[in-house]
């Protein structure tokens, strides 16, 4: 119980931002610098089995039952427990989303977010603690930007996410995949992302931020030539600045850029031979280069659906 209570007020009075586990067999939680979270080896059993025993009460039929604020308290710091332990614990996932649905007072989607990159920089293939994330951001977003009236789909296309936002986004993912190469689940995430902004109506915006992260994508695969998520995720990123870009010029110089990275991807490729992932985005870029129409088909179709000008 004392680990237990240890572990719980030290993420309720530090902004944890790091989590590891260490052998101490004095101390069982620690705290440094105020943000760093280190848990004894030792102690995780009996955090575990104090956090069930904690849990149990408040089931029936695999359903959390809260009758007050205490309840929901307890649920809070014993799935909170028990995901410090373990990253993929599905049933403690799914309890916190609901809880932070059902009591934001208690779990604040902000305080959550928080949470949720300290658990994923210690478990940062939790493909349920990206799920989660995602939710988190949902509902800062219903919350905070279209309120009562906030719908899915395209109403997720509002200015909630902003430059800011997705800076720090990417770059959690970014550090995450190149501490724990080929991270699936972390690309998966900013998939998500690339998808709610190509939904965003303002074109010189969408533009704007699908190129960044065109950019550091790049810049991330330059140093990372095997990661086929990464090059999965550029090929995505270049069929939407490609498809929704409606104006000639930009269409036609997206494609010239496109062409001039395969040709860089190319000569990568040869100075650095052996990397199947590598090979194989080229080859997807170039199939699917040959199914554009190029510049004079593009230059043709636009003036023969222009205007006539009167005379």
């Known amino acids: 119980m004392a680990a237990y209570e240890a572990l719980c007020q030290a993420w309720e009075a530090n902004r944890i931002d790091e989590l590891g586990f260490v052998h101490d067999e004095e101390q069982p939680v620690q705290v440094f ?26 089931l029936r039929r695999g359903q959390p039952v809260l009758e007050n604020n205490e309840d929901a308290q307890q649920l809070g710091r014993a799935t909170l427990a028990l995901l410090t332990i373990n990253g993929n614990n599905y049933a403690a996932w799914r309890y916190r989303l609901g809880l932070m649905h059902s009591h934001p007072d208690i779990l604040p989607p ?31 977003h219903d919350r905070t930007e279209l309120g009562a009236e906030a719908e899915r789909g395209s109403a997720m296309a509002a200015d909630w996410l902003t430059d800011e936002v997705l800076a720090t ?28 902004v190509a939904l965003h109506p303002d074109a010189n915006r969408r533009r704007r931020q699908i190129l960044a992260d065109l950019q550091r994508t790049h810049v991330f695969a330059a140093t990372h030539l095997s990661d086929y998520s990464a090059y ?34 190319i000569q990568r490729r040869d100075l ?40």
């Open 33 to 58: 610098e105020g943000t760093k979270l280190a848990v004894a080896y030792d102690a995780l059993s009996e955090i575990a089995a104090f956090a069930f025993a904690q849990l149990a009460p408040l």
């Open 110 to 140: 902000e305080r959550e977010l928080a949470l949720t990159e300290a658990l994923l920089r210690k478990h940062p293939k939790s493909t349920l603690g990206w799920s989660h994330r995602r939710a988190c951001l949902q509902l800062i």
């Open 169 to 196: 986004e990417w770059t959690l993912i970014e550090r995450l995949a190149d501490e724990y190469p080929k991270n699936y689940y972390a690309w998966s995430y900013r998939h998500w992302l690339a998808a709610v």
């Open 232 to 265: 999965h995720h550029e090929y995505t990123l270049w069929q939407l600045i490609i498809a929704k870009d409606k104006v000639l010029s930009r269409e036609l110089a997206h494609l010239e850029e496109c062409r001039g990275r395969v040709e860089l991807l």
């Open 272 to 311: 650095y031979p052996g990397h199947a992932a590598l090979e194989e985005h080229i080859v997807r870029l170039q199939a699917w280069l040959a199914t554009l129409p190029d510049a004079g088909d593009l230059i043709s179709e636009s003036e023969a659906t222009s205007p006539v000008p009167a005379e």
